[in-house]
């Protein structure tokens, strides 16, 4: 059916051309606007034959022809609005979606060969190849891993980083090594994915990273606030605080806007890139964008729910942090119709605004009144902090991240936490007044 109206569209833009083109043939030989045209008459009644009749028709009809133009302006516009139905298939017949971005899935790999969980769980929530393309960037030259990778044919681009080299780093920071190989893997692959195949976005996942089943879904709704909100620098699939317990159950649709940088499946754009390759790090590239030189005032946005669970133990962390809290992240099983929803909340000047109101509105309690589960009505509640070992205590003590990254906590949003405890939302929040984070405080 869609291939008979771009069948008619066609074949009616061919017939307005064709009738312009006569008319204009026809027109070019009139008398101009305003001469006189008597001696073409004079002319022709010397003339002899039937073919004076003819023109004299012709004219007479391109008068009336002049004045079927606007008319045809307005059929061309028609025909030109039609023009998305042309689109649908492409040269092979396939249906693909219109106008819509290209937003690459890079995923970084090494030398594990679970990266298949990785890999697996991404085709399988994959809506479209072509709006989706997945590409592999492997380092180490791990034979097995490659090979795993390779065994899923044309449904990835597999990627290998040429420079296997170790790389030369002062003696106290050999240990250290693998942190340096990753940022120039990372530096290598963005490249690639920025400069060599002109992407304009991508959605960076790590070979240990399980995704959710509206991953694809999230990421191209907040693709529009991205570009054009210049507050925000990222979107992350990741809570950090998102363990089972911590998060609403019924909050799947929740989305905030974050100080702190996630990483854990993240998309930037290529006007970031283009900002940060030229003084990219050595090492340790997440925490060197958490620092205010690179965030600027900066935020993200990440959901209540995580749509990434990092299944990766071993690595060159080291189980940092995975025992505590990373095994116990939720990761969300509800398809969320993002796309379909109004996100204009999350606009810098509409979210801080209402941010504010719900923060310092809601009722102060203590931290003990928390911790033994001693809150009275549904909430939420407020929780102040007003020192870096003030936060710190009462984090570790209530089973949330407690560490900062020039000053800033782990989900933070203008020095807030929210989380849900005993099943009520909690703020543990800085004092009312709050302007700016304290950098010292690490």
């Not at 008319?23 to 008459?41: D, E, F, I, T």
């Not at 890999?119 to 090979?147: F, N, W």
């Not at 119709?337 to 509105?361: A, C, N």
């Not at 931290?367 to 407020?382: A, D, M, N, T, W």
Request: with cysteine; charged share 25%.
């Amino acid at each position: 059916m869609l291939r008979k109206k771009g069948s008619v569209i066609l074949c009616g833009t061919l017939l307005f051309v064709t009738w312009n083109a006569i008319l204009v043939l026809l027109l070019w030989g009139r008398p101009p606007s305003g001469q006189p045209a008597q001696p073409a008459r004079e002319q022709r009644e010397l003339e002899k034959g039937p073919a004076i009749d003819v023109v004299e028709d012709v004219l007479r009809m391109a008068d009336t022809v002049e004045a079927e133009l606007e008319k045809q302006k307005e059929i061309l516009l028609q025909i030109q609005g039609h023009r998305p139905l042309w689109e649908l298939s492409n040269r092979n017949g396939r249906k693909v979606v219109p106008r819509q971005p290209v937003i690459p899935i890079l995923v970084f790999a090494c030398n594990r060969v679970t990266v298949k969980r990785c890999l697996d769980k991404l085709l399988e929530y994959r809506p479209s190849a072509e709006l989706y393309p997945i590409i592999v960037s492997q380092d180490c030259g791990h034979a097995e891993t490659a090979e795993v990778i390779r065994s899923y044919g044309s449904q990835v681009t597999h990627l290998k980083q040429p420079e296997l080299s170790d790389i030369a780093v002062r003696p106290e920071h050999k240990k250290f090594q693998g942190y340096y190989k990753i940022s120039r893997h990372y530096h290598w692959a963005l490249n690639q994915v920025f400069k060599t195949l002109s992407h304009s976005s991508v959605v960076i996942v790590e070979d240990d990273l399980e995704v959710a089943p509206d991953f694809f879904e999230y990421f191209r709704a907040l693709h529009p606030l991205l570009k054009s909100d210049p507050s925000l620098w990222c979107v992350s699939a990741w809570n950090d605080n998102g363990r089972d317990g911590y998060v609403d159950p019924g909050g799947a649709n929740l989305l905030y806007r974050t100080d702190f940088f996630p990483g854990l499946g993240w998309m930037l754009l290529r006007e970031l890139w283009e900002e940060l390759e030229p003084k990219w790090p050595a090492s340790f590239w997440d925490d060197w964008m958490r620092q205010p030189e690179q965030r600027r005032g900066r935020a993200c946005i990440r959901p209540e729910i995580s749509r990434t669970l990092t299944f990766g133990r071993k690595g060159v962390s080291l189980g940092q942090f995975y025992d505590k809290y990373l095994r116990y992240i939720k990761l969300n099983s509800e398809f969320v119709p993002f796309t379909k929803l109004d996100l204009s909340y999350l606009k810098e000047e509409t979210y801080r605004e209402k941010f504010e109101k719900d923060i310092y509105s809601a009722p102060v309690v203590t931290y003990e009144e928390v911790k033994q589960g001693q809150l009275s009505g549904p909430g939420p509640f407020r929780l102040q902090y007003s020192s870096k070992d003030s936060f710190k205590v009462m984090a570790k003590h209530l089973g949330i991240m407690e560490d900062l990254k020039s000053g800033v906590p782990r989900t933070g949003y203008r020095g807030v936490v929210s989380f849900i405890s005993r099943g009520r939302r909690i703020y543990l929040a800085p004092p009312p007044g709050w302007t700016h984070y304290d950098h010292t405080w690490s």
